[in-house]
T-cell receptor, first 110, second 115 residues
Framework: GQQVMQIPQYQHVQEGEDFTTYCNSS?????IQWYKQRPGGHPVFLIQLVKSGEVKKQKRLTFQFGEAKKNSSLHITATQTTDVGTYFC??????????FGAGTRLFVKA | DTAVSQTPKYLVTQMGNDKSIKCEQNLGHDTMYWYKQDSKKFLKIMFS???????INETVPNRFSPKSPDKAHLNLHINSLELGDSAVYFCASSRGQEGPREKLFFGSGTQLSVL
């Protein structure tokens, strides 16, 4: 079945360093979503990408959707301790079903 | 007001017991979901209801039975709890108009620990 692979599983950075997480699908996606889950919290929607090659920015966060609509990335510039958490990509598999990548857990050292 | 609320937040119980988790959303959404998050943070969909009708039923043991009395509520009943059921269970909702293009709103989760 369709899978959404996400790497890396973990990333430790020093505050101020950049961070990137990558998401790859075995099939073309109609759209991709990104969520953030703080430690002990619940996933919170960040953004959705729909168009091939789309790039969206939210302050220090940059989201990209690949030209083939099979991969996506989330880049954080100059990480802060408030960025700590697990970042998930999520894509559709048909009908109302959204499947999540395994997530990338970000640790930021002050 | 909490948009998606689920109770209880913590549930500690013995193997073999039966327990229920309740979820309510006040967003006026038509679709609700149950997700299971294991210790490795992997989020897996279990069930989804659209306007009280079951639309997604993943490969889940039949000990798990969802019920949606109305479109604002989705409960999860688990019979004969097993150690492997220990996880965080998240309820979520979406508008129900555009399928997987809709963003999901998650509840705060129920941490289930089976001893």
């Amino acid at each position: 079945g369709q899978q959404v692979m996400q790497i890396p599983q973990y990333q430790h950075v020093q505050e101020g360093e950049d961070f990137t997480t990558y998401c790859n699908s075995s099939t073309t996606l109609s759209n991709i979503q990104w969520y953030k889950q703080r430690p002990g919290g619940h996933p919170v929607f960040l953004i959705q990408l729909v168009k091939s090659g789309e790039v969206k920015k939210q302050k220090r966060l940059t989201f990209q959707f690949g030209e083939a609509k099979k991969n996506s990335s989330l880049h954080i510039t100059a990480t802060q301790t408030t960025d700590v958490g697990t970042y998930f990509c999520a894509g559709p598999t048909g009908g109302f079903k959204t499947i999540f990548g395994a997530g990338t857990r970000l640790f930021v050292k002050a | 007001d909490t948009a998606v609320s689920q109770t209880p937040k913590y549930l500690v119980t013995q193997m073999g017991n039966d327990k229920s988790i309740k979820c309510e959303q006040n967003l006026g959404h038509d679709t609700m979901y149950w997700y299971k998050q294991d210790s490795k943070k992997f989020l897996k969909i279990m069930f989804s209801y659209n306007n009280k009708e079951l639309i997604i039923n993943e490969t889940v043991p039949n000990r798990f039975s969802p019920k949606s009395p109305d479109k604002a509520h989705l409960n999860l009943h688990i019979n004969s709890l097993e150690l492997g059921d220990s996880a965080v269970y998240f309820c979520a909702s979406s508008r129900g108009q555009e399928g997987p293009r809709e963003k999901l709103f998650f509840g705060s989760g129920t941490q289930l620990s089976v001893l």
